[in-house]
C-alpha cells in the first residue's frame, strides 16, 4: 500500500518562483492537510481540508494556497517564493470517523523545499 | 488555544539504558493525546494514543506514556532501548469535538542512542 504520496522529494527554488507541491491517499480517507516542519518548532497547520470541496487555513497559512482536487489529491501551491518558506512539508491523511475518533494522521515522506 | 511543550530538545542515551521523553500541554477543555516518531528522512508515524481509560498507554516497539491530567503531562518511556530509536519524537495534542481534527504539536526531542 502507498499511503500517503507526496511530489516531488526535493526542490530548489529562487524568491520569487511559484510551484506546487502534490499529495495523494490511497486510502479513502476524507480529510487531508498540509504542514510545515521547521527545527524546534515541531510541526504547524498550514491548511487543511475536513472533506472534498471543503478547505480551511491552519495555523500559518500566509504565502500558501492549497485545492482539493478530488477525494485523494490535496495540493499546496506556492505564488510567489520567499526564504521564509524553506522548510519540509508534510501531507497528512484521517479517516472520518467510523466508530471511535482516533485522530490518528498518516503522513507522507515529506517535500522538502529550499528557497534561495 | 491550546499548546504542547516538550521539555528537552534533545536527549543523548545509551543502548539498552531507559529513556523519558517529557510533555507537557496546555487546554482549557479535554484533549486527546499522541506521540509520534519520525525516523530520519521520514514521515512521521504513530506510537501511542490516549483517549480515554487507563492513564498508562502502551505504543508500539516497547514504548509507553503515561496520562497526568493534574500535571497536564503525557510523559513518554522506554525502559531500554535500541540503537534503531534513534529519531525525533513529537508530542502532539487535539481537542475533542474540535472541527478538523487539528493536531497541535510540541517542538521535538531528538533521541540520539549511543552504543
Known amino acids: 500500500n502507498a499511503g500517503v504520496t507526496q511530489t516531488p522529494k526535493f526542490q530548489v527554488l529562487k524568491t520569487g518562483q511559484s510551484m506546487t507541491l502534490q499529495c495523494a491517499q490511497d486510502?479513502?480517507?476524507?480529510?487531508m492537510y498540509w504542514y510545515r516542519q521547521d527545527p524546534g518548532m515541531g510541526l504547524r497547520l498550514i491548511y487543511y481540508?475536513?472533506?472534498?470541496?471543503?478547505?480551511d487555513k491552519g495555523e500559518v497559512p500566509n504565502g500558501y494556497n492549497v485545492s482539493r482536487l478530488n477525494k485523494r489529491e490535496f495540493s499546496l501551491r506556492l505564488e510567489s517564493a520567499a526564504p521564509s518558506q524553506t522548510s519540509v512539508y508534510f501531507c497528512?491523511?484521517?479517516?472520518?470517523?467510523?466508530?471511535?475518533?482516533?485522530?490518528?494522521?498518516?503522513f507522507g515522506e515529506g517535500s522538502r523545499l529550499t528557497v534561495l | 488555544a491550546q499548546s504542547v511543550t516538550q521539555l528537552d530538545s534533545q536527549v543523548p542515551v545509551f543502548e539498552e539504558a531507559p529513556v523519558e521523553l517529557r510533555c507537557n500541554y496546555s487546554?482549557?477543555?479535554?484533549?486527546?493525546l499522541f506521540w509520534y516518531v519520525q525516523y530520519p528522512n521520514q514521515g512521521l508515524q504513530l506510537l501511542l494514543k490516549?483517549?480515554?481509560?487507563?492513564?498508562l498507554v502502551k505504543g508500539i516497539n516497547g514504548f509507553e506514556a503515561e496520562f497526568n491530567k493534574s500535571q497536564t503531562s503525557f510523559h513518554l518511556r522506554k525502559p531500554s532501548v535500541h540503537i534503531s530509536d534513534t529519531a525525533e519524537y513529537f508530542c502532539?495534542?487535539?481537542?475533542?469535538?474540535?472541527?478538523?481534527?487539528?493536531?497541535?504539536f510540541g517542538g521535538g526531542t531528538r533521541v540520539l542512542v549511543k552504543p
Open positions: 486510502m479513502n480517507h476524507n480529510s
Open positions: 487546554s482549557s477543555v479535554s484533549v486527546y
Open positions: 502532539a495534542v487535539r481537542v475533542i469535538k474540535a472541527a478538523g481534527n487539528k493536531l497541535t
Open positions: 481540508s475536513a472533506s472534498e470541496g471543503t478547505t
Open positions: 490516549y483517549l480515554s481509560g487507563s492513564t
Open positions: 497528512a491523511s484521517r479517516a472520518l470517523a467510523g466508530g471511535p475518533d482516533t485522530g490518528e494522521l498518516f
